[in-house]
């Protein structure tokens, strides 16, 4: 593992916070440089509906608050969808993208149990196919065939949080 530059991780505030929008706009400027600048998806799929009311979450680094990591999650009937997670090139492998998803991970268990679910709780997301390895030590396994999503194969991998860990 590369040694790991100090970072903070936020919790975007949810809507209708007036925070909300510079911090949202970190998290584009990182899936903007990942999705769009590095592999090439069309930038006008890159901003959708889901962010308007999605828990984002922006990896900072210290002091200087460079926003170098961020990930999504909506919550859609009797499932958490994880997407758009992203770490600036130059910043992978010193285990951010592993503390992105454990705290989307901690947010879910605590939303599901806060609307009084109990047991175990799906979180979906949509790999692309060289990521699976990377969902699969998160407990994701894939579901179903691989679809095309936005020009590119991607894979249904779906994780079963428990609630009473
Ligand atoms: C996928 C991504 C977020 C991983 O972020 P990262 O910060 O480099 O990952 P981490 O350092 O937290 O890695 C955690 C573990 O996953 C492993 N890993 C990282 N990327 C992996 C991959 N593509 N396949 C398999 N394993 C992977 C690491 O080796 C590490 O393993 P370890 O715990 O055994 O040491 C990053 O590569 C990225 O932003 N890629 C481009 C955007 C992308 O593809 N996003 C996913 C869209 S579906």
Redesign the pocket.
Known sequence: ??TVPPHELLLVPAAGDPARAALREQCYAVRIA??VT??GFPLDAEIDDLDETATHFLLRLLPSRTPV?T?RCSRHGGYYKL???????E???????????LALHDFVKRDARRTGAAGFVPVK????I????????FGYQPQGEEFDEDGAP?QLMVAQLSLSD
Not at 83 to 89: G, I, Q, T, W, Y
Not at 125 to 128: A, K, L, N, R
Not at 130 to 137: E, V
Request: hydrophobic fraction near 40%.
């Open positions: 593992m590369a990942v999705f590095e592999q990591g990930i997407s758009r997670l992203a770490v600036l090139k910043y992978r492998q010193c285990r951010f993208g592993r503390e992105l998803v997301s949509h790999s692309q060289p990521a699976k390895g990377f969902y699969a030590k991607h």
